[in-house]
């Protein structure tokens, strides 16, 4: 049996969401304004039948492949919204599932944190893969279950507001955001990744 526990399209990727997704992946790298698809599911080795699936079965391009022994990702992408939902389509045909089988997404933690100090923001923009975050602004931080649902967080948190994606963990135990920006950016980003989140159906994830 396979855990279905991400499955969500990004209908347009923003353009700092897409050159972080190049910056982290090995694969074929998206540029913005492609859709884009992320499925996350248990065991993590049949993500490797699910990538055949997928590639055989439309034209998308696949940009992140994470192998894990307790769970495996998946992201494909391409600039036909169609074909990128046909692949979607491919894979939940293949393990006899529907969209609405997979994981609803809980939010774990968040946190908003004003006049950043400088020497923070050091300690963040060391390991960071995205854009710097400077003392004085506002750093926000979500931590998400399953993990792969922070790049909805992420893509939906650029559409709302010019903030900055600092980092991003779509894969692992938990799924983990940091932006940055002013105070008033920072809320409206946050306001609109969680509404982004609340509005996917799926099975219950209890704490």
């Not at 065991?43 to 192998?67: C, H, M, W």
């Not at 769970?71 to 969209?99: C, M, P, S």
């Not at 105070?183 to 799926?202: K, T």
Request: glycine letters at 8%; aromatic letters at 8%.
């Amino acid at each position: 049996m396979i855990d279905l526990r991400t499955f969500t399209y990004l209908d347009v990727m923003q353009p700092q969401f897409a050159s972080y997704l190049a910056t982290v992946s090995k694969g074929y790298l998206p540029v913005a304004r492609q859709a884009s698809l992320f499925v996350e599911i248990a065991p993590g080795i049949e993500i490797n039948r699910l990538t055949d699936v997928a590639l055989k079965a439309t034209s998308v391009q696949p940009g992140v492949q994470v192998v894990e022994r307790a769970f495996g990702l998946l992201e494909v992408h391409g600039f036909d919204q169609g074909e990128v939902r046909e692949a979607g389509d491919a894979i939940l045909a293949n393990i006899e599932l529907k969209a609405e089988d997979r994981l609803a997404p809980r939010v774990v933690s968040t946190q908003i944190i004003t006049n950043v100090s400088d020497y923070q923001t050091m300690m963040l923009n060391r390991v960071r893969y995205g854009q710097m975050i400077l003392g004085g602004q506002t750093l926000y931080i979500m931590e998400v279950h399953p993990a792969g649902y922070a790049v909805l967080a992420a893509n939906e948190a650029e559409k709302a507001a010019p903030i900055q994606l600092v980092d991003m963990r779509f894969f692992g135990a938990f799924g983990r955001l940091y932006l940055g920006g002013s105070e008033a950016e920072i809320r409206e980003a946050a306001n609109a990744a969680l509404a982004a989140l609340e509005s996917v159906n799926g099975r219950e994830n209890p704490a």
